[in-house]
């Protein structure tokens, strides 16, 4: 997801070994799951590290004691992750709801979304939240202003507490935006709904759409992710499609905004994207990483502050996974289990022990 100008970024990472980190990036904050352990560190005002405090961290703290973590995503400026139980946990800024503990207060330390035990997925947007479960059932809660819960705010204005989003039990991937939400489905189709000032649904309009429309017609759609006010999303091909906002380049295409997803590239080997506020990251099979789109913070790791309209190649090396997370700062696993980050770091996101932004990667120590 994203925010304003503090939008978030979502996602979804699992953790390799005790040695490695997969991570989610908030706005400035960052949260890793370590050999079922939690560490977090950067931003802390509205309690995003989970560790009981409104305390910035520069280097890499623990959460708690709990080994069973599973998968974190990091919002704006809040928190959620799965444990290997099912069970939900979230933490941070709730003006909103987007806790979904039923409540708009914050908190400082995880607390648990109902008692469902079999949360599958978790993505954290700006100001809302969405999850799937392993029924194939997905549900989203938190601010609604532009319809992003796939519910019509005139009768939902705000969610304090998870809402299933239609009948539907064959979800397989979400991802929530700023004011909007994407998912794929089983069968591999591609469905967006919210707010389409941009157009960001890909529905070849701009007209928002408060429950799940369909994206064209195809059933190839492997992975989306949602951005500021764009998307992108991987086919089962290898290739890779971005549309919506294109302001800062971001979908990779050298085009203006586009209202239907469009090839980025003739590539055929992607594996996966993650979107950040205006800025992406894929990787390859090949192992390379690529970034593009807003720079302005040295988020795409060339060396520079420039704006990029096409992906731009991160480095030389071969080893990068699919576990990286993208906003103002970026974070990504290499096959090592090494965590390396860079650009912004002005809350100390970066886990260096510092607050000086990066225009390259850095490995994060443990």
């Known amino acids: 997801m994203k925010a304003t ?6 996602a979804v990472l699992a953790l390799a070994s005790p040695a490695a980190a997969s991570s989610g990036a908030g706005y400035s904050h960052t949260c890793v799951v370590q050999g079922g352990s939690l560490w977090c560190w950067g931003g802390n005002a509205s309690g995003q590290l989970g560790d009981g ?16 973590w599973a998968a ?30 039923g409540t708009t207060t914050k908190k400082l330390s995880p607390v648990r979304v109902g008692d469902a035990t079999t949360w599958a997925t978790v993505s954290a947007g700006d100001a809302h939240t969405c999850a799937t479960r392993t029924d194939g059932t997905l549900w989203c809660w938190g601010f609604n202003r532009l319809g992003q819960l796939g519910t019509d705010p005139s009768t939902v204005y705000t969610a304090t507490a998870p809402r299933q989003v239609g009948t539907a039990t064959t979800w ?43 994206v ?17 999303a991987t086919q089962t091909s290898g290739t890779l499609w971005c549309w919506g906002d294109n302001g800062y380049g971001q979908l990779g ?5 586009q209202t239907a997803p469009v090839q980025v590239g003739t590539g055929t080997t992607w594996t996966r994207a993650d979107a950040g506020f205006n800025t992406v990251c894929g990787s390859r099979s090949d192992g390379s990483l690529w970034c593009w789109g807003n720079n302005s913070q040295g988020q795409i790791g060339d060396g520079t502050t420039v704006n990029r309209g096409v992906p731009t190649r991160v480095g030389t090396a071969t080893t990068w996974t699919n576990d990286h997370v993208t906003g103002y700062h970026t974070c990504s696993v290499r096959t090592d289990a090494s965590l390396w980050c860079w650009g912004n770091n002005a809350n100390g996101q970066l886990g260096d022990g510092s607050t000086t932004a990066r225009l390259v990667p850095g490995q994060v120590a443990f």
Do not use: E, K
């Open 216 to 232: 064209g017609t195809g059933t190839g759609w492997a992975a989306v992710t949602a951005g500021y006010a764009f998307n992108c």
């Open 253 to 257: 295409t050298g085009t203006t905004y």
């Open 72 to 101: 974190i995503d990091a919002g704006t400026s809040y928190t959620c992750g799965t444990r290997t139980d099912g069970t939900l946990w979230c933490w941070g800024a709730n003006t909103r709801g987007q806790l979904g503990d």
């Open 172 to 214: 397989a991937n979400v991802s929530a935006g700023f004011g909007h939400t994407c998912a794929t489905r089983t069968d591999h189709t591609l469905w967006c709904w919210g707010d389409n000032g941009d157009g960001q649904l890909g529905l070849g309009t701009r007209l928002a759409s408060t429950a799940p429309a369909q």
């Open 5 to 10: 100008i503090i939008a978030v970024v979502l």
């Open 53 to 68: 405090t409104t305390t910035s961290r520069t280097t890499p703290a623990r959460v708690g004691d709990v080994t069973t």
